[in-house]
């Protein structure tokens, strides 16, 4: 079995965490981290100029990024309200230097708030959204950068987005070289019929993310998390996983075993 390389969220931790953080990844063999901006800066002014000095900590720990997230958090922007569309261009070609910066070829894109099509006939928002990525796609392509869309249950507010058949219809609909889907679990934990999405979809998933409150996919793994990590692990074209599981009280120790854990269930 080809050993995964595994990635985790800065959702996981404060920004005063960090060099914690760095050691137990490094002791743990974590390749990296998932990288939220505006979990680690308090703002987006300055952001390249504070992720150049950032990314020189990372690269000195040997600590790599594996995807961008986050990227419309605290941004007032809704892909369709036809004003914004010229700044959230202008947010995309930022969030494109970002991976430069920080050598990475991913963004994840959830973001429920950017996406609500609030009182648009749902055809409608389906052609918006399809035609407004197309054209994203270009800028995407020139920079080798992949954009990974995501499902969110409804349960966490999400008015768009959250069955992947109607992600598989956009990303289809939009046939674009880099627009791909961001398999996230916590729509498999929602809904009974995903995990046969989940292989019928591998050729358009571009990352995978292993979402669950507090550790528990690894701590106290159910049968049916086994039966997703058991299917993952087989999947020879799948070489890296990330997590993103929010763990706001860090408890050191515990933080430390969870990621024994984790590498103990995917490359063992």
């Known amino acids: 079995m080809i050993k995964k390389q595994i990635f985790i969220s800065n959702l996981c931790w404060k920004k005063k965490?960090?060099?914690?953080?760095?050691?137990?990844?490094?002791?743990?063999?974590?390749?990296?981290?998932?990288?939220?901006p505006l979990n680690h800066f308090t703002s987006w002014k300055n952001i390249l100029k504070k992720s150049k000095n950032?990314?020189?900590?990372?690269?000195?720990?040997?600590?790599?990024?594996?995807?961008l997230q986050g990227i419309f958090f605290k941004?007032?922007?809704?892909?369709?309200?036809?004003?914004?569309?010229?700044k959230i261009t202008l947010h995309f070609k930022t969030i494109v230097k970002l991976c430069k910066i920080f050598k990475?070829?991913?963004?994840?894109?959830?973001?429920?708030?950017?996406?609500?099509?609030?009182?648009?006939?749902?055809?409608?928002?389906?052609?918006?959204?399809?035609?407004?990525?197309?054209?994203?796609?270009?800028?995407?392509?020139?920079?080798?950068?992949?954009?990974c869309i995501e499902t969110i249950p409804k349960k966490y507010g999400e008015k768009y987005i959250y069955h992947i058949n109607h992600l598989k219809y956009l990303v289809s609909k939009i046939k674009a070289s880099n627009i791909k889907i961001n398999f996230d679990t916590s729509i498999y934990h929602s809904k009974k019929l995903e995990m046969q999405k989940f292989s019928e979809n591998l050729k358009n998933i571009k990352n995978i993310q292993i979402s669950q409150p507090n550790f528990n996919y690894f701590d106290i793994p159910t049968k049916k998390n086994l039966k997703f990590l058991k299917?993952?692990?087989?999947?020879?074209?799948?070489?890296?996983?990330?997590?993103?599981?929010i763990d706001n009280r860090l408890n050191k120790s515990k933080f430390s075993k969870s990621l024994s854990n984790l590498r103990i269930n995917i490359n063992n």
């Open 75 to 86: 941004k007032d922007l809704n892909l369709f309200r036809a004003k914004d569309k010229k």
């Open 104 to 147: 990475t070829n991913k963004i994840i894109l959830g973001s429920s708030n950017f996406r609500n099509p609030k009182d648009l006939n749902f055809n409608k928002a389906n052609y918006y959204f399809i035609i407004y990525f197309k054209y994203l796609n270009k800028l995407l392509k020139r920079n080798k950068i992949y954009l």
């Open 17 to 36: 965490n960090l060099n914690f953080v760095i050691d137990i990844l490094k002791k743990e063999k974590i390749s990296g981290i998932d990288f939220a």
């Open 231 to 245: 299917i993952l692990k087989k999947q020879k074209n799948i070489k890296k996983i990330s997590l993103e599981i």
């Open 54 to 67: 950032l990314s020189g900590i990372f690269k000195k720990k040997g600590i790599m990024v594996n995807a």
